[in-house]
Nanobody, 127 residues
């Protein structure tokens, strides 16, 4: 089992920044690819950005390119999402998720590929 706890969500004005954090406990953190997903009201949960087990590979959706940055610290069992230039359309509940490393160089993006999930942290971008 891997337990994930997100933090850092808040209300922020458009153009502002937030840093989300996810603290992991349980099994060996470095055995997992990590990702952030988000779910806006009335919409499906979507992959935002992911990072492989050693932090050398990152994958993201086009809408956050140049604005969001994922990072991980395997010594501290944490993963972060730095979000800059936030837009109202970034408003969502943000989830941290962990997928067992399969040895593939491709970071998974589908919900079913992730075995463990946090409870989510709310990000609201509004004037």
């Amino acid at each position: 089992q891997v337990q994930l706890v997100e933090s850092g969500g808040s209300l922020v004005q458009p153009g502002g920044s937030l840093r989300l954090s996810c603290a992991a406990s349980g099994r060996t953190f470095s055995n997992y690819n990590m990702a952030w997903f988000r779910q806006a009201p009335g919409k499906e949960r979507e992959f935002v950005q992911g990072i492989n087990w050693n932090g050398r590979s990152i994958r993201y959706i086009d809408s956050v390119k140049g604005r969001f940055t994922i990072s991980r610290d395997n010594a501290k069992n944490t993963v972060h999402l730095q979000m800059n230039s936030l837009k109202p359309e970034d408003t969502a509940l943000y989830y941290c998720a962990a997928a067992p490393d399969s040895g593939s160089t491709t970071i998974p993006t589908r919900i079913y590929e992730y075995s463990y999930w946090g409870q989510g942290t709310q990000v609201t971008v509004s004037p």
